[in-house]
């Protein structure tokens, strides 16, 4: 398989990830999620849950997909309703990354 194919597969795992997390359904969650254990990544764990603990996964999940922002408050309002404390926002914008390594230097030359 080359890159593309490979891109290509994670590109359909995650548009079809967000339309299936839109559903609610935690049955289909983990049907998609066994369908494509390669690109499920850490999502890969849910397969083991009961169907309780996999459903609060993938409110979970709801909050860190950017894609779903339109959900996000009743997906952190059903986790709150069970008392279930919502994960932490990512401090991240979208698109920026983490640098690794050493500090950059300031161009100023002082740092």
């Known amino acids: 398989m080359d890159e593309r194919e490979l891109e ?3 590109a359909n795992f995650h548009r079809g990830l967000n339309h299936i997390l839109r559903l609610r359904d935690v049955k289909a ?3 998609h999620i066994a369908r494509h254990p390669a690109q499920a990544g850490r999502l890969s764990h849910c397969l083991g849950l009961s169907d309780e603990l996999a459903e609060i996964e993938m ?3 709801i909050l860190h997909r950017s894609a779903l922002k339109d959900i996000h408050g ?3 309002a059903w986790l709150e309703e069970r ?3 919502p994960p932490a926002a990512r401090m991240m914008k979208s698109g920026s990354r983490k ?3 050493r ?3 300031r161009q100023d ?3």
């Open 109 to 111: 030359g002082k740092g």
């Open 59 to 61: 409110y979970k999940a």
């Open 29 to 31: 969650f983990k049907a």
């Open 74 to 76: 009743e997906a952190g």
């Open 99 to 101: 640098r690794r390594g």
């Open 83 to 85: 008392g279930i404390k």
């Open 103 to 105: 500090p950059r230097r």
């Open 8 to 10: 290509r597969g994670y």
